[in-house]
T-cell receptor, first 117, second 117 residues
């Protein structure tokens, strides 16, 4: 099992569809993240979950709805998206609150490439 | 607020040569962490190297080294003996202080490195 797995890898949806992106981490981490990567823009942090509790919502439109049922799984529910929402959505995990000196680096999945028609 | 600037949208390097990818950052925090990630065409972001703001020595990981100049607020990545497999996007990122909180990294826009024969 790879560290962070995202499904589906590719998704095409219409503006009226409802779909979900799934992320699963096999690293025993306690924090999970959704990032959006659009062309020629820095990665944008969308949501952060720490110990299953949402600790960050970076002014993300309500058409994106995250869900974290446990510390290993993270979902991003999508509904009534816009064409400008087309992007690569990256899930990541990290271990927080560890020993002093730990770097807290993020471990990323391969992303779900979303196209909204 | 933190900001990462990568001024090189694209770089070319010949195989076996060394290359430096530039990164400057802006922060008012005294404690922070700096990261470099590699993103091949598959999409996954791969952690390469980390430098803590209080680390006195430059970080090294195999062929990767980080040229950390705190006064100039720069954290350039040096790749020695480039290989064809190094062709990818490279992102510089910063983590704010706050032990125990999630790793809310701020990313730059990236540099696309192409290694040629």
């Amino acid at each position: 099992e790879t560290g962070v797995t995202q499904t589906p890898r590719h998704l095409v949806m219409g503006m009226t569809n409802k779909k979900s992106l799934k992320c699963e981490q096999h690293l025993g981490h306690n924090a999970m993240y959704w990032y959006k990567q659009s062309a020629k823009k820095p990665l944008e942090l969308m949501f952060v979950y720490n110990f299953k509790e949402q600790t960050e919502n970076n002014s993300v439109p309500s058409r994106f709805s995250p869900e974290c049922p446990n510390s290993s799984h993270l979902f991003l529910h999508l509904h009534t998206l816009q064409p400008e929402d087309s992007a690569l959505y990256l899930c990541a995990s990290s271990q927080e609150g560890g020993l002093a000196g730990h770097t807290g680096e993020l471990f990323f999945g391969e992303g779900s490439r979303l196209t909204v028609l | 607020a933190q900001k990462i600037t990568q001024t090189q949208p694209g770089m070319f390097v010949q195989e076996k040569e060394a290359v430096t990818l530039d990164c400057t950052y802006d922060t008012s925090d005294q404690s922070y962490g700096l990261f470099w990630y590699k993103q091949p065409s598959s999409g996954e972001m791969i952690f390469l190297i980390y430098q803590g703001s209080y680390d006195e020595q430059n970080a090294t990981e195999g062929r990767y080294s980080l040229n950390f100049q705190k006064a100039r607020k720069s954290a350039n990545l040096v790749i020695s003996a480039s290989q064809l497999g190094d062709s990818a996007m490279y992102f510089c990122a910063m983590r704010p202080p706050g032990g125990g909180t999630a790793s809310k990294l701020t990313f730059g826009t990236g540099t696309r490195l192409q290694v040629t024969l």
